[in-house]
């Protein structure tokens, strides 16, 4: 016997005839129907993209995954099938600072993130008592170690809880490039700054300095290049001249975990597509 | 020998298994190539959501309006086909203040508003260099005469010149009901408040009275019952205390126009929906 | 010996000549320093406002209090001096939701607001691990009690910890009216809609059947008159009609507690001002 | 005999005890009443900023000037009195696209700006017919000019038409550095960008390739260092990964011209004060 589930399928391949049709009559032919579907094709580099969430009996997966395997080829797509009901399993990176921390965890308890947290790691032993608050296992990996045993120790603890993605939660060091590689396209950062307007270091000590009207922060996927990965959402706060850097710090806070909620939750959702090093939200 | 054109479909009927399929499918078997697609489905109301941007040579289009006239009552549903790159031909009506007027012919000229503008009619003469300045025929019609009069002038300028649509831009007159109905969702409004906050005679004095923070603009189809239409579009700004009452509408002015700019611009290209009252916007 | 301290000034009055010079120049014969200063005439009423905050030694204060009791009458003028060291003692009341208790919890803790905060009041026990976890006394008190008793209780517990303001964070329950009057101005609610839009109850499925395009909260001062207080602050968020109410819960919770937060900040800076049913925020 | 007139005193200078007192003692003994007064000390730096909008006759100008002019040395203070209602006069500056320019024309129609144009200078024929329908002289000054020769015309244009400063809207050409330097702090830009983000051609492209969700619009003064001067307003817009590069500039352009008018009208109300490279608009 079988049951129902809710399924993503998302394709990404360059543009041409008859491709909506193609890929939704292979869906009905299985025998799953679509509950809501975004598809658009960017003219300015005549890529198709597709999201679609569907509903169909468990038997008619394996049915669908041959079909879009065949089309693989010919079409040049990548294409991905997620079950839309799995929480994906999430490490949290933290270092000082708590605030995106709590908004995350907060807002997976309410229902507003489909996700699981496996675990709190961080570089300072400040997070324990909310790993344990929040009934989730901490670890403790210093940024003292030399980079790649501190990699080590990640992959074991990441391997370990079946963690499928990370959030750097204002974790505030830079990864390997051999760890970024490994987790390509699963780490999430928050850059607490407008990128790509002030990189590095203090950026809203350079923010006030310059006198900008408006602040922001940048969620992205993280690469070895520090702050430079493909941009997954931003948000932007107007700010007064009145204001000192302290009172630009505290309202970065807001918006940065507001910025990295909203990107958590559009990548937990399959909306992200990735292309050339940009993202393309759907 | 054909042309190939763009087509914007809508559809909207109640949910069951299997439309996107049936719907693409019967795009593809005639022919046509779908760009851009949106569907969703909301649970609160099961109803079902289409629209798709197609591309095709022209001769399928009568196949393609065959298919679904052949589908219309089976699925109890709403559709049309729209030419995407026909100009709607839409009458201006305006009264004392301009602001409107100019964003839109404005945003016009510069290829924002796939709209072609018919007219500017008027309760007051000042509008007439204006009209003159965007080489627009201008009509004269004065609030004075009895509504009868008043709907039986608009109707012969709207049907002289091929009118399809109508912006109330800060027209500032309730319609009839005969001419409301007459050009039921064809009528596009502006209120200079946030709906349904703020209904009827100077809601600026309103909202300045009762202290609030943020204003807004609404529009929205118009009906005969003032300012209740379904709502297309809002915008709001943040207004400080210290401002006037005269500031605030000099703001107000500000997001009507935008707010306005807006809707029209969703409305022309085929993505509102109208149903049970409201409007689902894809 | 002196201490130096911060005071905050703040005047209403009736507009006359000569004020500002008048108020400052007491400020500066009693040796105090003004830091900051925001003065405001709104012309369409013509009210007088002043914020000062300034610096002096502690024996100053009571000469420039004499000094403006003495001005009191005959400029017909409200003023308060506060310390602007002093933490307001606030008490928390909550029911079944903790999203607005943990962003003010929390934005406390990592000095964003200026105040302490003396226990968590609720009619429901769920709250009562957060409080713990946050080191707050909680106290039970049913919503089945009759309400003068509600009262009494809340009094009791309100005036042995010294508490000076109320923070309704979601606490869903009407306020008699005795027990606003005797915290006239010390009552903060949020609003879960966006006033004076959706009144009482469900506003957001109220605002979902509507069609509106944009939620919104607001904090006000309360009332017995439910949700009728003076506006302090309103946050606003664009909705998508792809979103299901349940996902206009989520937004709203988000704006909720972001207003909410502002509201607070803004009222323990004492920049309120409170003039014939709504306020003016320097 | 006298008329009664309003005046703005800006007062920039290192903090000190009494500064406020001091000031507007200085104002009230010599007959005049503030009406509006924001000062704020900028605690990073130690820099005291006062802004005062005040009414007295006439002929207490000059014995305000001369208290102040007395101070001057003592507080190291840069001050400037400016006559409230007389109109700046302004140059603008246009290239081939005219949404800037219409914004600022009809906003100043409408009462919105507080300032006279006295001309429009392109680069350009196109818009001479725009600066016709609003009665305001045209010069045609080629860019193929060599710069000197320009700065010749444009310096007799200004000052033939007792123009007391500039705005350059979308003018796209880059200022000489002797220009720039003579009309310092008088020239405002509008870059097609967010600064500091996207400098240079083309910022909308480099947007869009790298994926932003947010574009702005950054309105400064002009140095001869391309669109680098002091940061005056920004605004920002919210964008979809499914619009093109051609949606974006349109977008920006909404943008850009709301920019520069909320800029524009900052400085003709005298609030922007600049210190060491940055603004402070209080």
Redesign the interface.
């Known amino acids: 016997m079988n049951n129902t589930g809710k399924f993503v399928l998302k394709i990404l391949c360059p543009d041409q005839?008859?491709?909506?049709?193609?890929f939704?009559?292979g869906?009905?032919?299985n025998g799953a129907?679509?509950?809501?579907?975004?598809?658009?094709?960017?003219?300015?580099i005549n890529i198709f993209f597709l999201r679609?969430l569907m509903e169909c009996e468990s038997d008619a997966v394996p049915k669908i995954k041959e079909h879009f395997s065949k089309m693989e080829k010919e079409k040049s797509m990548q294409w991905q099938l997620y079950d839309a009901e799995h929480k994906t399993r999430l490490a949290l990176f933290g270092s000082n600072t708590?605030?995106c921390l709590?908004e995350l965890l907060?807002s997976r308890r309410?229902?507003?993130l489909p996700c699981e947290f496996t675990c709190i790691i961080s570089n300072h032993a400040v997070l324990e008592p909310l790993a344990r608050?929040f009934n989730l296992p901490f670890f403790l990996v210093p940024s003292t170690l030399p980079k790649p045993e501190q990699d080590k120790k990640f992959n074991e603890i990441l391997h370990a809880s079946q963690t499928e993605g990370i959030v750097l939660a204002r974790y505030m060091q830079i990864m390997s490039k051999e760890f970024t590689e490994e987790w390509n396209e699963r780490i999430i950062n928050i850059h607490h700054g407008?990128?790509?307007?002030?990189k590095g270091a203090k950026p809203y000590h350079q923010a006030?300095?310059?006198?900008?009207?408006?602040i922001?922060a940048t969620a992205h996927f993280a690469t070895a290049d520090l702050d430079q990965g493909?941009?997954i959402?931003?948000?932007?706060q107007q700010v007064?001249?009145?204001g000192?850097?302290e009172q630009f710090i505290?309202i970065g806070?807001?918006v940065e975990k507001?910025t990295l909620l909203q990107a958590l939750k559009l990548w937990l959702e399959h909306r992200v597509f990735l292309y050339e090093?940009?993202?393309?939200?759907?």
């Open positions: 005839s008859g491709l909506v049709a193609a939704t009559g869906i009905a032919q129907n679509i509950l809501d579907l975004t598809q658009h094709t960017s003219e300015d679609a708590d605030h709590y907060l309410d229902g507003a608050f407008f990128l790509p307007a002030f006030w300095a310059k006198g900008v009207k408006i922001g493909p941009i959402w931003q948000g932007v007064a001249d009145t000192s850097i505290q806070k807001e507001r090093g940009r993202t393309f939200v759907l």
